[in-house]
């Protein structure tokens, strides 16, 4: 089946840290994909839904210069949490879709799990 | 806008017994698809069941099934014979026809009693 990897799984990071967190589909071009934050007990809040070759939408409400994405590639996307402060901490999972089609089913990354000190 | 509401924050069913996740959902569009998902405490997001609006036959996958009420609005979700790995975090999940990203309710947390 297909295969989102996102790394890292874990990262712990002073605060004013920037933090890189990948997402790579292994065995399809993703072109689409969205990145989502979930705090602890509560369900997923999307932030932003990237495609390759374009500027990432964002969420009402997410800061765009704080959450950087990247789509440069049908393979890979990255989010870059700038100046990272302690209220970034968070599971940040992203997902991605083989089509511009909303009937594909979206593949999950298996989640980065943030710590800002 | 797309809604969802799942109004079980926790459910709990005994081992090889069935048990129904209820969600409603909210939509302008006449062309969706609705899924449930499994969260187990690994957070891995597994898809459980996936539903196309325009199906009127209730999809299933093995243990689980749904129950797809349109006019209602309702994706109901049971698990039957119900094992102690179906213990997990569920989220029903809708998504329109376009481009675009899943809706997710709240979640149900499921557990299974040996």
């Known amino acids: 089946g297909a295969v989102v990897s996102q790394h890292p799984s874990w990262v712990i990071c002073k605060s004013g840290t920037s933090v890189k967190i990948e997402c790579r589909s292994l065995?399809?071009?993703?072109?689409?994909m969205f990145w989502y934050r979930q705090f602890p007990k509560q369900s997923l809040m999307l932030m932003a839904t990237?495609?390759?070759?374009?500027?990432?939408?964002?969420e009402q409400g997410v800061e765009k210069d704080k959450f950087l994405i990247n789509h440069a590639s049908l393979t890979l996307s990255t989010l870059t949490v700038t100046s990272a402060h302690p209220e970034d901490s968070s599971f940040y999972i992203c997902?991605?879709?083989?089509?511009?089609?909303?009937?594909?089913?979206?593949?999950f990354g298996d989640g980065t799990r943030l710590s800002i000190l | 806008a797309q809604t969802v509401t799942q109004s079980q924050p926790e459910m709990s069913v005994q081992e090889a017994e069935t048990v129904t996740l209820s969600c409603t959902y909210d939509?302008?569009?006449?062309?969706?698809?609705l899924f449930w998902y499994k969260q187990p405490p690994s957070r891995q997001m597994i898809l459980v069941i996936r539903q196309e609006a325009y199906k009127q036959q209730n999809a299933t996958e093995n243990r689980f099934s749904v129950n797809f009420q349109k006019a209602a609005k309702s994706f109901s979700l049971k698990i039957s014979d119900s094992q102690l790995g179906d213990a997990a975090m569920y989220f029903c999940?809708?998504?329109?026809?376009?481009?675009?990203?899943?809706?997710f309710g709240k979640g149900t947390r499921l557990s299974v009693i040996a």
């Open positions: 997902s991605a879709r083989g089509s511009r089609l909303s009937n594909q089913p979206q593949h």
């Open positions: 939509t302008s569009e006449s062309d969706y698809y």
């Open positions: 999940a809708l998504t329109v026809t376009g481009n675009t990203p899943l809706v």
């Open positions: 990237s495609n390759e070759g374009s500027k990432a939408t964002y």
């Open positions: 065995d399809f071009q993703a072109t689409t």
